[in-house]
């Protein structure tokens, strides 16, 4: 089993930024990849960044060049520095887990971007 603990979600105004932190426990020999998602009320969770064991990256469309996704293998945590954002970026964000034989997920954290 792999846990998924995410936090850093929050309140923000247009513009402003946030970070998401993602802590994963467990065994995690299991995983080759991580990724954030979110999921914006009636819409389907999409894809916003991941990252595979050997650091690539890669984005949606709509956050490319004010997203950044970064690992700390030391700390077994994955980020989402987000800057620039907009009240489309307003979703409940889930840390993923893609592992062999079995995806995993954090609980979500919910960031609202508003004046």
């Known amino acids: 089993q792999v846990q998924l603990v995410e936090s850093g979600g929050g309140l923000v105004q247009p513009g402003g930024s946030l970070r998401l932190s993602c802590v994963a426990s467990?065994?995690?020999?299991?995983?080759?990849?991580m990724g954030w998602y979110r999921q914006a009320p009636g819409m389907q969770r999409e894809l916003v960044a991941a990252?595979?064991?050997?650091?690539?990256?890669n984005y949606a469309d709509s956050v490319k060049g004010r997203f950044t996704i970064s690992r700390d293998n030391s700390k077994n945590t994955v980020y989402l520095q987000m800057n620039s954002l907009k009240p489309d970026d307003t979703a409940v964000y889930y840390c993923?887990?893609?592992?062999?034989?079995?995806?995993?997920w954090g609980q979500g954290t919910q960031v609202t971007v508003s004046s």
């Open positions: 467990g065994k995690l020999f299991s995983i080759y990849a």
């Open positions: 990252i595979t064991n050997g650091g690539s990256t």
């Open positions: 993923k887990a893609q592992g062999f034989p079995r995806d995993y």
